[in-house]
């Protein structure tokens, strides 16, 4: 069994391309760092709409990319994720059929955050519950076990210190690429939230930081993330 973080990000901020891709080879030290911290035994480099290969490091790492589709964000991990990707152009279904033939995993990412992903008919082969968003949890639960896909754990990190703050528990003899595809697509994967002190702290510097972006603030009657919570059936 192997704690992964599927989510995780090696830029803590976003534009001037030249200074942060200056910047990825320290994001990704610091990043690991966090995870062998958290005891974790590896972490998926998901950063937006490009994949970068780092070598030395001193966790394993899990190739990957988070797309950015028509319709909200899809993650793709595996041995041999697409290395760029145009933001807004591909629909989920070419993702998912994309990552299929690099024989790679597609998941939803934050299904109920700035996202329509989730009312998608697509062969997906597991749904995120966020490290972001952990209130929403019970709703994802939902939502996969009517779509009847597994559920994966990431914490989405931007910054070292969230890394691990949801992760996954991955049955697999061997940690590679491959095998984590595998074990997705069996189901033999279980997302795990860590809400202790450290957690907590991190979530309300994260709502700090964020506070001029307007996307966290909801009104009460609202759901935690953007959307709906899926409704019973019939």
């Not at 082969?125 to 779509?147: F, S």
């Amino acid at each position: 069994m192997f704690a992964i973080d599927l989510h995780a990000h090696t830029r803590f901020f976003h534009g001037h391309e030249r200074a942060a891709e200056l910047f990825d080879p320290i994001g990704v030290r610091l990043l690991t760092l966090g995870a062998r911290y958290r005891d974790l035994d590896g972490v998926a480099l998901t950063n937006h709409d490009y994949y970068r290969q780092f070598g030395g490091l001193t966790v394993e790492t899990i190739p990957g990319i988070e797309i950015s589709t028509t319709k909200g964000h899809i993650l793709v991990v595996g041995p041999d994720p697409p290395t760029k990707t145009e933001p807004g152009t591909l629909t989920p279904h070419e993702v998912v059929e994309m990552a299929h033939e690099r024989g790679c995993a597609a998941i939803v990412a934050h299904p109920y955050r700035n996202s329509t992903v989730r009312d998608v008919d697509a062969d997906f082969d597991a749904i995120e519950v966020n490290g972001k968003h952990p209130r929403t949890e019970e709703w994802v639960r939902t939502l996969a076990g009517r779509n009847g896909l597994p559920l994966v754990g990431g914490s989405d990190a931007h910054y070292p210190v969230e890394v691990g703050r949801a992760y996954t528990l991955v049955d697999a003899d061997v940690l590679t690429p491959g095998s984590v595809v595998e074990a997705i697509r069996d189901g033999r994967v279980e997302p795990r939230v860590r809400r202790g002190t450290l957690d907590q702290g991190v979530r309300r510097l994260y709502r700090k930081i964020h506070e001029g972006k307007d996307n966290l603030y909801r009104p009460k009657e609202e759901s935690p993330g953007v959307g709906d919570p899926p409704q019973p059936e019939d």
